[in-house]
């Protein structure tokens, strides 16, 4: 006995528990069960049934279109919320990071093909959108070791202006409203093809300063 609390000779008086890592990893595979990630996993899920609901009875029953939408709509809704609450909580995860943009992609991208299957929406418009969609995807990949271009504002006009102008194609739509949501996708697909080319310049002019940083570092280590 020296009289010296245990904390006071650099250790913390506890002994160590035994698994240690089994438990940290624990925790680890915990974190993937975050409110962000589960309203994710709720968007991939809904898409079968989204599916389904839209093409049952051909396509062509008011009701079904109408709990289609519904099921459009939530997937939509919970996009919104769960990069927020990733960011705002700090509950961002690999998992989350890969999951989140299939989720986008696999809810818009079911839906437009349905409709082009349908004969709702013309498949110019389909092929414009998903080419876009994948295109810019890959093109992250691409740049992503010199640097991450933010999203923009028109980039969240095009979000918004797509499922849309989509969920107005999911219903039953006759009359005026069938006018009207033309042109919510006419205005969908400009907003698509402009943010598009904006985002191939964005990434061509950070590559071009991320290896000409790397040249200069190169450069100076010489």
């Not at 650099?10 to 993937?32: E, Y």
């Not at 998992?95 to 299939?102: E, M, R, T, V």
């Not at 009207?180 to 950070?206: E, H, K, N, P, S």
Request: hydrophobic share 55%; proline share 4%.
């Amino acid at each position: 006995m020296t009289g010296v609390p245990a904390s006071a000779a650099g250790g913390t008086g506890r002994t160590p528990a035994p698994g240690g890592k089994l438990g940290a990893a624990a925790v680890n595979q915990a974190s993937l069960w975050n409110i962000a990630n589960i309203l994710t996993m709720i968007r991939l899920v809904l898409v079968p049934g989204f599916v389904m609901l839209l093409l049952a009875d051909g396509g062509y029953d008011p009701a079904m279109r109408a709990w289609a939408w519904a099921a459009f709509a939530v997937a939509m809704i919970t996009d919104i919320f769960d990069g927020h609450l990733a960011r705002t909580y700090n509950l961002v995860t690999d998992f989350g990071k890969i999951a989140d943009p299939i989720a986008d992609k696999a809810i818009m991208g079911a839906a437009l093909i349905c409709l082009s299957l349908l004969g709702d929406l013309p498949w110019w418009v389909t092929g414009v959108i998903l080419f876009r969609e994948l295109g810019i995807t890959l093109m992250r990949f691409w740049v992503i070791r010199h640097g991450v271009i933010p999203a923009s504002r028109g980039g969240k006009l095009k979000t918004l202006a797509q499922g849309t102008a989509t969920g107005m194609y999911v219903l039953a739509l006759t009359g005026p409203l069938a006018t009207l949501r033309f042109w919510v996708m006419a205005v969908a697909v400009v907003l698509t093809v402009v943010t598009g080319l904006d985002y191939v310049r964005q990434a061509i002019v950070l590559r071009r300063k991320g290896l000409a940083a790397q040249r200069a570092a190169g450069g100076s280590a010489s």
